[in-house]
């Protein structure tokens, strides 16, 4: 089959980065997505979301009548899923949350004609392909005419546009057909390989990288808690560890976030608890570093309160789960600022990278300063890292919680 239209299901950060690369590359690709400001402003050849030159393809690829917005499915040759795949909060272990998916599988019902390609590319537990071609099936799609396969991203934010391009993919099909056809479109796009099997194992594979991120960064934020205790510069004796040959402990932080790596190992301890237990305690370690921060901003509003006689002015400087990104979900930042807030005490948030915020006080880096009885550091934007500020966040004594001043 020789695809000429694609069709993009979810818009967001890695739908809309696909469907202009996509487009780019000479396809005729219609991006859908529920948000309409969103397809609004698609259309308009802009973009709704921060990302590295993002804005410049969409904005040519929109220009050059390559790629258009929706917001229900069009008919294709390949469609490729993106949408949110969340886990389900409660009593035990976090549970995937699959229905986006399988929403999007039954949306695209109607237009999936023989010979199509119908690829996820969303986060999903083991299981979640064949799960589409069940949904299909019911639909009356016949689905031994088209192929199906699972095709993770592999990009990091800040990044993406040439990731999407260098990094290699892992191609899971629910056949060996299926694989090598999907893979095959892949190959017109991507110059990184293109690595074939099938869905079980490429579903695995992508939960499997993202835990062994949490599991590190457990690693170092554990050190982090210990050489607390001892008064020890952790990043300092990081740094030292790491002229070991064999030793790369990564950098501590205010927790983990973001819609991957905080989120995914949860599918694997949700499908096999009894085996999982070394990802589980990485979770629960990276968790409760976010506690524990909140528990020194505590600690020093108390004592700031006892030196000033009235309500000391909280400011924390970042919102977003990672540097220089706008990206907020599951950020570990935005959880300390909320439990601050909810337990009442008077926070100022300074976020580079995003204009307003429903929850928070946002303000400019330099007013929050003024302003600022306690300084809480949770990402390390570049912002915050030049040399001035660095100075004023010294003077401030300022709690550092992602290596800023180390």
């Not at 192929?147 to 990094?167: D, F, H, Q, T």
């Not at 064999?246 to 501590?252: D, E, K, S, T």
Request: negative net charge.
């Amino acid at each position: 089959m020789v695809a000429k239209t694609v069709c993009v299901i979810g818009l967001g950060y890695i739908g809309l980065p696909t469907a202009a690369l996509v487009a780019s590359n000479g396809y005729d690709v219609v991006g859908v997505d529920l948000n309409h400001y969103a397809v609004e402003t698609i259309n308009k050849g802009k973009i709704h979301i921060v990302e590295p030159d993002l804005d410049a393809f969409v904005r040519s690829a929109v220009s050059a009548g390559k790629l258009k917005a929706f917001n229900e499915p069009q008919f294709a040759d390949v469609f490729i899923i993106c949408v949110p795949t969340p886990f389900q909060e409660g009593e035990g272990t976090p549970q995937p949350n699959i229905d986006y998916v399988l929403a999007a599988a039954g949306a695209i019902a109607d237009f999936v004609r023989p010979g199509n390609l119908v690829i996820l590319e969303s986060t999903s537990p083991v299981g979640t392909t064949e799960k589409i071609s069940e949904v299909l099936g019911v639909a009356g799609v016949d689905i031994t005419k088209i192929s199906i396969a699972y095709c993770p991203e592999r990009v990091l934010p800040g990044k993406i546009m040439a990731e999407l391009v260098e990094n290699d993919r892992v191609v899971g099909g629910l056949t060996p057909e299926a694989a090598k056809l999907v893979a095959d479109f892949y190959r017109t796009f991507v110059h990184g390989e293109v690595l074939e099997t099938e869905s079980r194992t490429a579903e695995m594979c992508k939960l499997t990288e993202n835990c062994f991120r949490d599991v590190n960064i457990a690693f170092a934020n554990e050190l982090s808690l210990i050489c607390a205790k001892d008064g020890i510069n952790v990043w300092n004796l990081i740094q030292l560890a790491n002229r070991h040959p064999r030793v790369n402990i990564l950098q501590p932080g205010a927790g983990v976030g973001g819609h991957c790596i905080a989120v995914d190992p949860w599918f694997i301890v949700a499908r096999d608890p009894e085996n999982a237990q070394l990802i589980r305690a990485a979770r629960e370690v990276n968790n409760f570093k976010t506690s524990w921060v909140i528990d020194q901003i505590k600690v020093s509003v108390a004592d700031a309160y006892g030196r000033l006689g009235r309500k000391p002015q909280v400011v924390c400087l970042g919102l977003a789960f990672k540097p220089d990104i706008d990206d907020l979900r599951e950020s570990a930042a935005v959880r300390i600022a909320e439990a601050l807030v909810s337990g009442g005490y008077d926070v100022i948030a300074v976020e580079p990278n995003i204009n307003n915020h429903e929850s928070f006080r946002l303000a400019t880096l330099d007013d929050a300063l003024q302003e600022a009885d306690v300084v809480a550091v949770l990402v390390k934007h570049r912002q915050f890292a030049t040399d001035s500020v660095r100075k004023k966040l010294q003077a401030l004594e300022a709690l550092d919680f992602c290596g800023v001043l180390a």
